[in-house]
């Protein structure tokens, strides 16, 4: 015993210095590595692996020259390593070259979806993380109860939808056969942002809320329960604290981390929800901008999009477990 | 129940004690935790949502009444006369094309399910029994696949390629064997620490041999709801892709590029999109629900196996 501790003290003081700085330079190194291989998988996938990319974009109107023009355009006539440099010292000064489709600068294409992206999912984010917690919670309040069980199947059936027929179901309410309350599509004139028309990011948003809430507040309701039953709120209880002050007080705080995470994996699926969401209301983000591009065999453009929603998983990724590590005190300091 | 080591995995998650290899009872374990199943109200309601879909879509292409690529009609016919659901945006017959529609869809689904199963259960079984190197390679092969939604890792795929069937089915597994894997590898753990594997390995039987002999069987009941869900998830994502473009080539029809094709005439006939999108939606209900009774009865716990991997799992290793 005496020898555990003696091993277990170094390490703790060690750590009680910065743990969490410490955790999260780890994972940032770890994230950067991991960014670096994804950068790589992506350019050798897309830029060399299926013989020739140039053939690709040209696909049967191919000639000899026309051929050796674009192979020069997209520098296939460097080597590997030199193409992989160009393009991952592109992707730091924005110098990534032109679309395949449009001749434009990629990044200028895809600088303005982006930030239509963002307000899409943080929009979402914040209005599914509210009402998913509030949900749980009440949910788990009402153990048992009719609420509980509506909840319950509903949450069930929802999870397994996947988007685009909910996307279609809203439209069939809101936008088409029964009524014509909101716009089926969120056309936005070049230049002008989706926040300047708030209308028509009801449907988009709408949508992803009800994919993402059902999970989050599952997982409210599991932790709130769990808390709810837990040694300290009995302890509260016996004491005399009122009810709405253990529900406050001790049993939400401890209920949130766990469902924060889940919050964070939610909005790492939005990073691919976006795109058949996207696709299905023309909102102008990176979402639609991908499946265009797939279907030009735009590559430049294709190349940007992925490695921007391949590190906005990464760091999400991060931001979810050093949030669950700050959320939980038992954690922060546990070992 | 035996003695479990403290996991990552919650105690009730690790199935029982060691079911000996080759000892066979009269009904074999995931049988008997299926029926179990399908016993429950919503394992009953599910499994009856899949059978009703599936039979749809297996038997459809044999009874349509018209030949669901011919233009027969006007452009969106409302519903009437020869056709019960009305035309398309070609004046096909929706009713033929949806009957036609399903069988495909559910053969990639569950082949890019199998084979995204395999695949995870390979990697994650290997990499907690074999740990070391190669536990560390195949856990960081499996962070930079998670680095990609799933759907843009299809996507890029099919990008390079073009859109194959089987690069659809290859992408989607693929994009599956990571998750599995994972759920695989936390529940190897606890087992190969178990003191029947510890016997085996002292006769000296070989690493792959203990995984197959020993390790697999007891993996059967997260194995199996790792199936349900991951099928579920397969139908949804191969759905998309068609719905996105990403399928057959056009004439034929796909529940999930039917609702793309028909979804601009909506307000003519709304029943060329909506029966397609019915479809998908009872079958991955009734599939999602069925896993969830499965889960409930094989596992025991209230919550999926990718929920409750969550509470303990994601917390950094270094901390928790």
């Known amino acids: 015993m005496a020898v555990v501790t003696a091993t277990a003290g170094p390490a703790v003081s060690r750590r009680a210095a910065h743990p969490i700085l410490a955790l999260v330079g780890r994972r940032a190194l770890f994230g950067i590595v991991t960014l670096f291989v994804v950068s790589l998988v992506v350019f050798l996938a897309t830029q060399v692996l299926p013989g020739n990319a140039a053939a690709a974009v040209l696909g049967r109107n191919a000639t000899p020259a026309s051929l050796r023009v674009l192979e020069h355009q997209m520098h296939l006539d460097r080597s590997v390593a030199a193409q992989y440099w160009g393009w991952l010292s592109g992707l730091f000064t924005g110098k990534l070259g032109n679309s395949l489709a449009s001749g434009q600068p990629v990044w200028g294409l895809v600088s303005g979806r982006l930030i239509n992206s963002g307000v899409l999912v943080f929009v979402t984010g914040a209005i599914g993380s509210t009402v998913g917690v509030a949900l749980g919670a009440a949910a788990a309040l009402r153990r048992d109860s009719q609420f509980d069980h509506v909840t319950s199947v509903v949450a069930l059936a929802v999870t397994s939808l996947?988007?685009?027929?909910?996307?279609?179901?809203?439209?069939?309410?809101?936008?088409?056969?029964?009524?014509?309350?909101?716009?089926?599509v969120s056309l936005l004139a070049p230049g002008t942002y989706a926040w300047q028309q708030p209308e028509l990011l009801v449907l988009p948003v709408a949508t992803l809320v009800i994919v993402i809430v059902p999970y989050i507040m599952r997982m409210m309701r599991a932790a709130m329960i769990e808390a709810l039953e837990s040694d300290y709120v009995e302890m509260a209880r016996l004491k005399g604290v009122p009810e709405w002050q253990i529900v406050l007080r001790h049993a939400l705080p401890n209920a949130i981390a766990p469902t924060i995470q889940v919050i964070g994996l939610n909005f790492l699926y939005l990073a691919g929800g976006i795109v058949?969401?996207?696709?299905?209301?023309?909102?102008?983000?990176?979402?639609?901008?991908?499946?265009?591009?797939?279907?030009?065999?735009?590559?430049?453009?294709?190349?940007?999009?992925?490695?921007?929603?391949?590190?906005?998983?990464?760091?999400?990724?991060?931001?979810?477990?050093?949030?669950?590590?700050?959320?939980t005190p038992r954690r922060r300091i546990a070992r | 129940m035996a003695v479990v080591t403290p996991g990552r995995f919650p105690a009730e998650q690790v199935p029982g004690p060691a079911r000996a290899a080759g000892r066979r009872g009269h009904l074999p374990e995931w049988l008997s935790s299926l029926w179990a199943a399908v016993r429950t109200?919503?394992?009953?309601?599910?499994?009856?949502?899949?059978?009703?879909?599936?039979?749809?879509?297996?038997?459809?292409?044999?009874?349509?009444?018209?030949?669901?690529?011919?233009?027969?009609?006007?452009?969106?016919?409302?519903?009437?006369?020869h056709f019960l659901l009305g035309s398309d945006a070609l004046g096909r017959d929706v009713l033929s094309r949806?009957?036609?529609?399903?069988?495909?869809?559910?053969l990639m689904a569950a082949a890019a399910t199998v084979l995204g199963v395999m695949l995870g259960a390979a990697a994650g079984v290997s990499a907690a029994y074999l740990r070391g190197v190669s536990d560390g390679i195949i856990m960081r092969t499996i962070d930079v696949i998670l680095s990609f939604p799933q759907l843009v890792f299809a996507l890029l795929l099919l990008s390079v390629i073009g859109p194959k069937?089987?690069?659809?089915v290859l992408a989607v597994a693929v994009s599956h064997a990571p998750q599995v894997g994972r759920v695989l590898r936390s529940a190897t753990l606890d087992i190969s620490e178990q003191d029947y594997v510890k016997a085996v390995e002292l006769q000296g039987t070989r690493p792959a041999k203990v995984m197959m002999k020993e390790i697999m069987p007891n993996l059967v009941s997260p194995l199996m709801v790792e199936v349900g869900l991951r099928l579920t998830y397969s139908i949804v994502i191969i759905a998309g892709l068609a719905f996105l473009g990403f399928g057959q080539q056009p004439p034929a029809s796909n529940w999930g590029s039917m609702i793309n094709e028909n979804r601009i005439g909506l307000a003519l006939n709304p029943w060329?999109?909506?029966?397609?999108?019915?479809?998908?939606?009872?079958?991955?209900?009734?599939?999602?629900?069925?896993?969830?009774?499965?889960?409930?009865?094989?596992?025991?716990?209230?919550?999926?196996?990718?929920e409750a991997a969550l509470l303990d799992e994601l917390v950094p290793r270094e901390i928790a």
Do not use: C, K
């Open chain 1, 276 to 327: 058949v969401v996207e696709y299905i209301f023309n909102f102008p983000g990176i979402g639609q901008g991908l499946v265009s591009a797939v279907g030009d065999s735009d590559i430049p453009v294709i190349q940007l999009i992925v490695v921007i929603l391949a590190a906005f998983y990464v760091f999400m990724n991060i931001v979810t477990d050093v949030i669950a590590v700050l959320a």
């Open chain 1, 162 to 184: 996947p988007e685009f027929v909910i996307a279609i179901a809203l439209i069939i309410v809101f936008s088409t056969v029964v009524s014509h309350l909101l716009p089926a």
């Open chain 2, 165 to 168: 069937l089987w690069l659809i």
């Open chain 2, 272 to 306: 060329a999109v909506i029966v397609p999108a019915a479809l998908i939606a009872l079958l991955t209900i009734g599939m999602n629900t069925f896993t969830d009774a499965v889960a409930r009865v094989a596992i025991g716990v209230e919550r999926r196996p990718e």
């Open chain 2, 98 to 106: 949806v009957l036609a529609g399903g069988w495909l869809l559910l």
């Open chain 2, 41 to 81: 109200t919503r394992g009953g309601i599910g499994l009856a949502l899949v059978s009703l879909i599936v039979g749809l879509a297996v038997i459809g292409p044999w009874i349509t009444p018209s030949p669901p690529n011919a233009l027969l009609t006007l452009d969106y016919a409302r519903p009437g006369g």
